[in-house]
Each structure stands twice: as C-alpha cells, then as structure tokens.
C-alpha cells in the first residue's frame, strides 16, 4: 500500500494549478471521488496529524459536508513523539535557525518604525497602521518563510517519517526541512496526477 502525508495547504492553496477544481471545495470533492475507491480497496491511504486536520476544518467551516466526505478517505494519525530516533544535529541546526530568524525578524521590525520617526513626525493613526501592516509582512516573511515554523509542520514530517511515507505539500519551508529528516516527498500537482490514474 502507497501512503501518503497531506499537507494543508494540497486542498487549499489555490494558487498553484492542481486541476481538481476551481475553488477549495470543488478540490475536495474531486479529490474524494478520485481516491474513495483506491483506499477502500487498501491500494493507498492518505493520512493527516490531528493538528493539520484542524487546520483543514478551518477553512471549511460553511462547507462541513465537504470536510466530512474529505475526512471519510483521510486518516488522522499521530506520530509516536517517543520512539522516533533522531541525530541530534537536526535540532542543532534548528535552533541556530530560530536564533538567526528571530534575529532578522527584530532588525526588520525596526525598519518601518524608524521611517514613521524621520518621516512622519505627527503621524494620524492610519498612517501607523500603514507602517504596521508593512512591519508584520515583513517580519513574517523574515522570521517565517523557507522555515519550519509550527509544530503542525513538523507532526507531518514525523508522521511521513515514521510511516515511510510521502509528504505532499508545497510548503518550501516544509519541503525543506522534510528532506533534512530524510522524508520522501511529492508535489501537490504530482499527487494530483497520480490520483486521476488511480
């Protein structure tokens, strides 16, 4: 049986062209249609952590029946935290990431407050929120992007980890990371290929 570790964002990043449908919910249920018969003859399974399955559910709160039918042929699994063995260089090298990251993020952070100072000395409150709105995005991509930024990111690596499975996401942060716990890994729009051949 092939298994597969669904990220998120395979349902909802509408951005790269999957071919499933043109909105998230025509995604899921194409995606359903397309896989219901191939794991209910155990040919494949598609797993999620319960943290990325939350995930999921949020942004289909007005579409519950779609969730439903999406959590029918998507397991929800946990990595076991205590029996995954790992080189300890990888969390070595994780933390001197955050190290720099935070770093980076807080001299970006001060860019945008520096120009409000020696710009606008009598500035209005939309003119802050204007500085504020470019503070977060750019703190956000300095400390975030290319990065393993959540604990939901990284139960899907331990989970694809543990069952030898393969990582669907196009998350570059993710991906990333993914290959340095030496986790096989696959691109939504390849997944989408393959399930139209299921």
């Known amino acids: 049986?092939?298994?597969?570790?669904?990220?998120?964002?395979?349902f909802v990043n509408l951005q790269r062209s999957i071919n499933l449908g043109k909105n998230k919910e025509e995604v899921v249920e194409n995606f359903v249609k397309l896989v219901r018969a191939s794991v209910k003859e155990e040919k494949c399974e598609f797993l999620t952590t319960p943290e990325a399955a939350k995930e999921i559910r949020s942004f289909f709160e007005t579409h519950p029946s779609a969730i439903d039918d999406l959590m029918g042929v998507i397991?929800?699994?946990?990595?076991s935290l205590t029996n995954i063995h790992?080189?300890?260089?990888?969390?070595y090298e994780l933390v001197r990431e955050i190290g720099v990251r935070l770093y980076k993020g807080?001299?970006?952070a001060e860019e945008p407050i520096k120009e409000i100072v020696s710009k606008h000395p009598d500035n209005s409150p939309e003119t802050a929120q204007t500085y504020i709105g470019s503070l977060r995005e750019k703190y956000r991509r300095a400390t975030r992007e290319g990065f393993l930024d959540s604990t939901t990111d990284l139960g899907l690596i331990l989970l694809a980890r543990e069952r030898d499975a393969t990582l669907v996401t196009s998350d570059n942060g993710l991906l990333e990371w993914a290959r340095k716990f030496g986790c096989k890994e696959m691109t939504p729009e390849l997944l989408s290929q393959k399930v139209k051949s299921l």
């Open 1 to 10: 049986m092939i298994t597969y570790v669904i990220d998120t964002n395979f």
């Open 106 to 108: 807080l001299r970006v």
């Open 86 to 91: 790992l080189d300890a260089t990888l969390f």
């Open 75 to 79: 397991t929800i699994a946990s990595p």
